[in-house]
């Protein structure tokens, strides 16, 4: 556990322009879903006219939309306070968070074998090829995770920021007896 804290923003009524200017704040990748897909791409301003419903992250902070008819219910995760003023029509969430922790999410999929497409994973157990826009993509790393953080209260985890999308190499949870 650190000493720094998360802050969560959010705005119930937020325009399509607006929305597209805060997914342009260093986000690098995003969660996107409707009723018949879900998918992880790269950060881009036309998600929210795409997808009614997602989740940009990058290393600083994460951006949450819903839309909710014709504008969006927004809601901003970081650990640096700034800019989001309640005359703008920001709202703070209750000051409850008081400490963060580091979290590795475990995303399904092992890398797939065709090389002319290097981000699509397969899991035997959904019935569709995942994409995962990795960087840097080694084939000998043979998972996908998100760096995020937990936004706790009382030690609680009341929130997850997504933080970075990275390949990484499983751990061994074998015990070597001596």
């Not at 949450?64 to 703070?92: C, I, K």
């Amino acid at each position: 556990m650190t000493d720094r804290y998360g802050v969560i923003y959010t705005h119930k009524d937020i325009t399509l322009d607006a929305l597209q200017k805060l997914l342009c704040s260093e986000l690098k990748w995003a969660y996107v879903s409707r009723l018949d897909e879900a998918r992880m791409l790269p950060c881009a301003t036309d998600l929210p006219e795409l997808w009614p419903c997602g989740r940009a992250f990058g290393p600083k902070q994460e951006v949450r939309w819903q839309q909710t008819g014709e504008h969006y219910h927004v809601d901003v995760l970081t650990e640096t306070p700034n800019g989001f003023s309640a005359d703008d029509g920001w709202m703070r969430a209750a000051n409850m968070i008081d400490g963060i922790n580091e979290r590795e999410i475990l995303l399904w999929g092992e890398l797939g074998e065709h090389s002319d497409s290097p981000e699509v994973w397969i899991e035997m157990r959904i019935p569709r090829p995942l994409y995962y826009p990795v960087d840097d993509l080694q084939r000998a790393l043979l998972r996908v995770v998100v760096q995020g953080y937990d936004y706790t209260a009382a030690h609680i985890p009341v929130a997850t920021r997504w933080a970075v999308l990275k390949q990484d190499r499983p751990t061994s949870s074998c015990v070597q007896e001596a």
